[in-house]
């Protein structure tokens, strides 16, 4: 079956400090991820992705690994800041980009 | 920065009613996306549509589920006969490539409430 899901469902960390978010997958022929971060009362928004090509992809402030060996990747972010504070989800692009499938989120509290 | 729209930000409505909603995709994106998320739970695939057919559809969107792109602008997710288990934020999404890489952005949602 296909599925993309998250360890964690929430996530507590102090202002400054840095968050891991992990999410495991199922389909080892699975080859594109994507990082989402949604907010209140707000759609989902790309945050970085990763092609299974790679083990490992910066952004700004946050970076993405993927651990095809173990079907796992997962969601830094460095100096976590009070608008980090979200539900985070990853996401697996299927169908050649035709279909979307998510995993169940990670909520990330910052602590001020 | 273009974004995508939603209207209505909120629908209530009765069970067994047809509702429409509606989304404006970024202008001159080809690619566009139906989701919805019950409270609480995760974003599901609904729908993709390009060239004026669907493109890929989930187990979810069966018969009581239709969407049209009537003009060029909207493009637009109505369900029949809405029941109960309806209820849910429904996300719609705009894409202007093929390519994986080629960012899908989502729309602010409209909730629906099915009394």
């Known amino acids: 079956g296909e599925s993309v899901g998250l360890h964690l469902p929430t996530l507590s960390v102090q202002e400054g400090d840095n968050s891991i978010i992990n999410c495991a997958y199922s389909?080892?022929?699975?080859?594109?991820f994507i990082w989402y971060k949604q907010e209140s009362g707000k759609g989902p928004q790309f945050i970085i992705d990763i092609r299974s090509n790679m083990d490992k992809r910066q952004g700004q402030r946050v970076t993405v690994l993927l651990n095809k060996t173990v079907k796992h990747l997962s969601l830094q972010i460095a100096a976590t800041q009070p608008g980090d504070s979200a539900v985070y989800f990853c996401a697996e692009n299927r169908s050649g980009g035709f279909k979307t499938i998510f995993g169940a989120g990670t909520r990330l509290f910052v602590k001020a | 920065e273009p974004e995508v729209t939603q209207t209505p930000s909120h629908q209530v409505t009765q069970m067994g009613q047809e509702v429409i909603l509606r989304c404006v995709p970024i202008s001159n994106h080809l690619y566009f996306y139906w989701y919805r998320q019950i409270l609480g739970q995760k974003v599901e695939f609904l729908v993709s549509?390009?060239?004026?057919?669907?493109?890929?559809k989930s187990e979810i969107f069966d018969d009581q589920f239709s969407v049209e792109r009537p003009d060029g602008s909207n493009f637009t997710l109505k369900i029949r006969s809405t029941k109960l288990e309806d209820s849910a934020m429904y996300f719609c999404?705009?894409?202007?490539?093929?390519?994986?890489?080629?960012?899908?952005?989502f729309g602010p949602g409209t909730r629906l409430t099915v009394l």
């Open positions: 999404a705009s894409k202007g490539g093929r390519r994986q890489s080629d960012t899908q952005y």
């Open positions: 549509f390009y060239n004026n057919e669907i493109s890929e």
């Open positions: 389909n080892s022929a699975s080859d594109y």
